[in-house]
């Protein structure tokens, strides 16, 4: 590989959002990250949907609630995010003297970006009186308008935890919205906001699966739509998912939600058959294209080079942080 100094990697960044330099293909990628793990006191925190062998090399794998509390609780100098950008957001929030590094910039969410920031501050306006619950999937500017933030693991709870009379804005996720309306039975004014991937599975071509695999239970994450979400046999937060297929005694499941989680489904049952669930065309659509922009070749230049850095201004990292905590510390209460 050609070497190149801080000044020219800087360089690069600016124009690419990633590092783009040939890497020697004998390297064993798996070693020097290791290495470097231990030489910078770097953690490397990964989410189920990273490929394979990122999760592989991680030392915590999660959901994105999981993800959250262990960077809250880190005692690393570097926190590498093998994640989207408003994960490793999260973690800069929550550890604004540490450096928190994304592997490529451009590893945004579909759901993050349905909800602008200027529009949102517009949409809250029409709505007074109304308490903002927003899911962790969005920008730190959305998390600074909001009241608290939630999870897929820990929406039920929060909302629950909120007096029967307050009035609720919930965003971005329209179909997490709807969902935990009917689980709450809280009325909730939603932001029109959806994941890419999670819309896009096909209610047919499940059912035509299940037809085929009358035994396979469905799960499902809370981001589908309500018509999928429907014939689910459970629907939960990536973590949830995988927690069920480890206890429950079916031997075959068909899973709805990106694919990558089910290289630890499978790890944890190697028995048991899991089943992606089909998009509604033939496209690789239950891969989430942002997720799948972190590779390990990206990794192993983010460490080196300690780029691409999430960068932040004061005013924003305070602003948002204040949801975050208070999202942490009814998890806590409820031990979640
Ligand atoms: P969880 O892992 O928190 O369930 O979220 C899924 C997701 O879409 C992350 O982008
Ligand atoms: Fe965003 Fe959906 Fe990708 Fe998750 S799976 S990061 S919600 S686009």
């Given at each position: 590989m050609s070497d190149i100094n801080i000044a020219e990697a800087k360089e690069k960044i600016f124009s690419r959002g990633f590092l783009d330099i040939n890497v020697?293909?004998?390297?064993?990628l798996f070693a020097v990250i290791e290495k470097l793990k231990k030489e910078k006191n770097a953690i490397l925190l990964a989410h189920y949907y990273q490929d394979a062998d990122i999760q592989d090399i991680a030392d915590y794998i999660g959901d994105s609630l999981g993800l959250a509390q262990e960077a809250e609780k880190t005692q690393a100098d570097i926190i590498v995010f093998a994640g989207v950008h408003f994960m490793a957001e999260t973690a800069k929030i929550l550890n604004p003297d540490k450096k928190v590094l994304l592997p490529?910039?451009?590893?945004?969410?579909s759901l993050a970006d349905s909800a602008p920031a200027p529009e949102f501050a517009k949409f809250k306006e029409k709505y007074p009186g109304h308490i903002v619950i927003s899911y962790i999937n969005c920008s730190a500017e959305i998390k600074a308008l909001s009241d608290i933030i939630c999870t897929s693991s820990n929406a039920e709870k929060i909302i629950e935890s909120?007096?029967?009379e307050q009035k609720i804005i919930f965003a971005p996720d329209k179909n997490l919205g709807a969902y935990l309306s009917k689980k709450t039975g809280r009325q909730m004014v939603l932001w029109n906001g959806a994941c890419m991937v999670h819309e896009i599975f096909s209610l047919e071509k499940i059912t035509k699966l299940k037809i085929r695999h009358p035994k396979a239970k469905v799960i499902a994450h809370p981001e589908c739509e309500d018509a999928v979400l429907r014939i689910a046999d459970y629907i939960g937060s990536t973590t949830g998912l995988l927690k069920f297929s480890q206890k429950?005694?079916?031997?075959?499941y068909i899973v709805v939600?990106?694919?990558?989680i089910l290289h630890q489904m499978q790890i944890a049952s190697p028995n048991k058959t899991f089943i992606p669930a089909p998009p509604t065309?033939?496209?690789?659509?239950?891969?989430?294209p942002h997720m799948k922009l972190n590779t390990l070749e990206k990794l192993y230049l983010c460490m080196k080079y300690e780029l691409p850095e999430i960068v932040m201004n004061k005013q924003l990292l305070t602003a948002s942080k204040k949801p975050i905590e208070r999202m942490l510390e009814i998890s806590r209460k409820y031990g979640l």
């Open positions: 020697d293909p004998s390297l064993d490529d910039l451009n590893a945004g969410c909120l007096p029967k429950d005694d079916a031997e075959e939600t990106e694919s990558g065309n033939n496209c690789a659509c239950n891969d989430c």
